[in-house]
């Protein structure tokens, strides 16, 4: 089986003057998890390094660099699944954890557990021996910045209606050359939420989901629309039903706009390593291997998008 891989970094209004480290930053992702699959490694392996190599990466908010909630505080959600044996593992409302997707591997693998939150996971970090981070080595000035202007007003709600606040989530599939198929998301979640708040990311079916039998997709937007319709679920299912992962990508963004008004990205890989991605979101960075094992990353904009 050929290797395939495709990822994403945001699907928002995105700043303009972080445009190019965005593209930057999931081109090194997608090389980072190619190299595990080109090498005859995983699927499960290279999306925890493409993901967990976004984690690390300021600009984007997942891990260092992840938006702050009403207290002030980061609180991070994580998922990664199998798609060979429906294995998963995630993290929800955990703190001082720089790679969240690397703890959701290790409850996926070394507890009867799929999903575990808050200081009940934390506290399973630290067991495993996950170096525990201060918040301040995960708080970039971008974001500080941000939550001083939110607190200024008054009424601020983060919804779903589109705005210079991104509803950030980093997300990764892929299909290895034993026809093994995984996903993995990860996110600091939405811009001055209520603590506690948990969004799509980590909720298996909504942020991400992976089976051979079908595909496996990732997804980024606003959460609460997202889990309405599952959507990662939404994108898998119809390509067990025969559509091509560009078409499933398609179908379940248009099945989210329809049912719930909601706006999001989503990246698909198929069963036979075809790869797409749909948003109706003004952008989307995304990056994948193309059919000539050449990286492509890009922003993807509404109207002149190229696709995968």
Not at 141 to 152: T, Y
Not at 236 to 248: F, K, L, N, W
Not at 260 to 286: E, L
């Amino acid at each position: 089986m050929k290797p395939a891989l495709i990822l994403h970094g945001d699907a928002w209004e995105i700043e303009e003057e972080s445009s190019a480290e965005r593209i930057a930053g999931v081109r090194a992702a997608a090389e980072a998890g190619w190299a595990i699959l080109s090498g005859g490694g995983s699927a499960l392996d290279a999306v925890e390094r493409a993901v967990a190599l976004m984690e690390d990466n300021p600009v984007l908010n997942a891990g260092v660099g992840s938006a702050l909630n009403r207290d002030g505080e980061i609180e991070l959600d994580a998922i990664i699944m199998d798609g060979r044996t429906l294995a998963l593992g995630s993290v929800a409302a955990v703190r001082g954890i720089t790679n969240p997707v690397k703890l959701a591997r290790l409850v996926m693998e070394d507890t009867v557990h799929s999903m575990l939150v808050g200081e009940g996971a934390r506290r399973f970090a630290e067991l495993k021996g996950m170096r525990l981070a201060a918040q301040a080595e995960l708080t970039v000035p971008r974001e500080v910045e941000r939550f001083r202007r939110l607190q200024q007003q008054a009424r601020y709600e983060p919804t779903g209606r589109l705005s210079p606040n991104p509803m950030d989530t980093v997300g990764a599939v892929a299909l290895d050359s034993q026809g093994n198929v995984a996903a993995a998301t990860s996110t600091g979640g939405v811009h001055f939420k209520m603590p506690g708040r948990v969004g799509d990311s980590p909720l298996v079916g909504c942020g991400a989901y992976a089976d051979n039998r079908a595909g496996a997709a990732a997804t980024t937007g606003h959460g609460e629309s997202i889990m309405r319709v599952v959507l990662a679920k939404t994108a898998t299912d119809a390509c067990e039903r025969g559509m091509s992962a560009q078409e499933a990508a398609e179908y379940a963004i248009r099945v989210l706009h329809e049912r719930t008004g909601g706006y999001a990205g989503i990246v698909v890989v198929d069963r036979h390593g075809g790869i797409g991605y749909a948003y109706n979101t003004p952008q989307m960075a995304v990056a994948w291997v193309d059919e000539n094992g050449t990286i492509r990353a890009r922003l993807a904009q509404q109207g002149d998008d190229e696709g995968a």
